[in-house]
């Protein structure tokens, strides 16, 4: 049973338009969400993060939203850009840190 | 999608000892590995890089002689704590791919509680 979901598994979007990835969970002792981006042939690395106490966290041109109730989080990328290009994971952990998941990704493509 | 298995999912061990953790891609050719350590609220933090048959490539401040990476096959790579101490404990995670394309596949994670 999938306990993070990424429904989409690829997106295309023009250049400067807005990306939004989309991330549900299922386990309500999560609290703590992540997101990733990996490009080809490398690991992947950290994005930007939400607390179950906040709605909403942004870092320069990367949103996350929070919705609690729904069991569901996004990422909007505004503008999108060439090089956000890449394939973007959803990971959610618990309190304790016991419990540590990731979604299966979706592959953004920022079309020029 | 690809499936990647870590094992074992949970480890308690005596300080002083050493633990393997192994991590195999089960239908797909690994020729890259990630291994991870996570600390609770935190993001991942790489560890090394291993491609098969290769000596894996460690981030700054991991100690190579104490994480041992060895990643023989293509479908299997472990990760050794050697000398274990208490705060060595952590959640170990491992990430293959196969070069090819872009996915990168989890495994399940390893709880290691070294006393």
């Known amino acids: 049973d999938q306990q993070v979901k990424q429904n989409s598994p690829s997106l295309s979007v023009q250049e400067g338009r807005i990306s939004i990835l989309n991330c549900d969970y299922t386990?309500?002792?999560?609290?703590?969400f992540l997101w990733y981006k990996k490009y080809p042939a490398e690991g992947p690395t950290f994005l930007i993060s939400i607390s179950s106490i906040k709605d909403k966290n942004e870092d320069g041109r990367f949103t996350v939203f929070l919705n609690k109730s729904a069991k569901h989080l996004s990422l909007h990328i505004v503008p999108s850009q060439p090089g956000d290009s890449a394939v973007y994971f959803c990971?959610?952990?618990?309190?304790?840190?016991?419990?540590?998941?990731f979604g299966p990704g979706t592959r953004l493509s920022v079309l020029p | 999608g690809a499936v990647v298995s870590q094992h074992p999912s949970r480890v308690i061990c005596k300080s002083g000892t050493s633990v393997k953790i192994e991590c195999r891609s089960l239908d797909f050719q690994a020729t890259t590995m990630f291994w991870y350590r996570q600390f609770p609220k935190q993001s991942l933090m790489l560890m090394a890089t291993?491609?098969?048959?290769?000596?894996?490539?460690?981030e700054q401040g991991v100690e190579k002689d104490k994480f041992l990476i060895n990643h023989a096959s293509l479908t299997l790579s472990t990760l050794t704590v050697t000398s274990a101490h208490p705060e060595d404990s952590s959640f170990y995670i491992c990430?293959?791919?196969?070069?090819?394309?872009?996915?990168?596949?989890f495994g399940q994670g390893t709880r290691l509680t070294v006393v």
């Open positions: 386990n309500s002792m999560f609290d703590y």
């Open positions: 291993s491609n098969e048959g290769s000596k894996a490539t460690y």
């Open positions: 990971a959610a952990t618990d309190n304790y840190g016991q419990n540590f998941v």
């Open positions: 990430s293959a791919s196969s070069g090819i394309n872009t996915e990168a596949f």
